[in-house]
């Protein structure tokens, strides 16, 4: 978003309860990056409730699930985020799922609602890499971390977890 009229009746929309924005990721929606623009500052830290980002995956029938061994480029990708997979689930497929081992989607959360030391930070102009440390030590889970929670449950594969989440590079 930049400074514009367009974007003030957006703020102004936004601190009455009717602007709703997307992003990729939750720390960098559209609010948090007009921040660098000239839009009023007070104004967003006060408009902004809550960002939801979310991702839809497939699946896993729950006809054909059965477990597999990961590979090893997989345990080491979970490894270095300080996880660890036990039994991943798969769909060995069925003429339920029509071969494909999936049936259906559900979607990956991750929901940043700033706290007091975010609002201040974010008037302060604090970058988006910021703000996502602050957002995660003050409790939010990432993408990748519920979609992990999802693959315990053996709701989801990891490979679609891995697909549909950014990188912690990217993040």
Known sequence: MHASPTNNRRIRRALIGGGVYHARVAYSCQMTRSLASRLVHRCVEFALIGVLAQRLVRKICPNCKQTYPLSAGLR??????????????????????????YAGRIALHELFLPDDRIRERISE????????????????QSLVLDGIEKVRAGLVTIEDVVRATPSPDDA
């Open 125 to 140: 102009r604090a970058r988006g890499g910021e703000l996502r440390k602050l957002a995660l030590a003050s409790g939010m």
């Open 76 to 101: 080491e990708t979970l490894s270095q985020m300080g996880q660890s997979l036990e039994n991943p689930m798969r769909g060995a497929g069925c003429q339920q799922c029509r071969g494909t081992g």
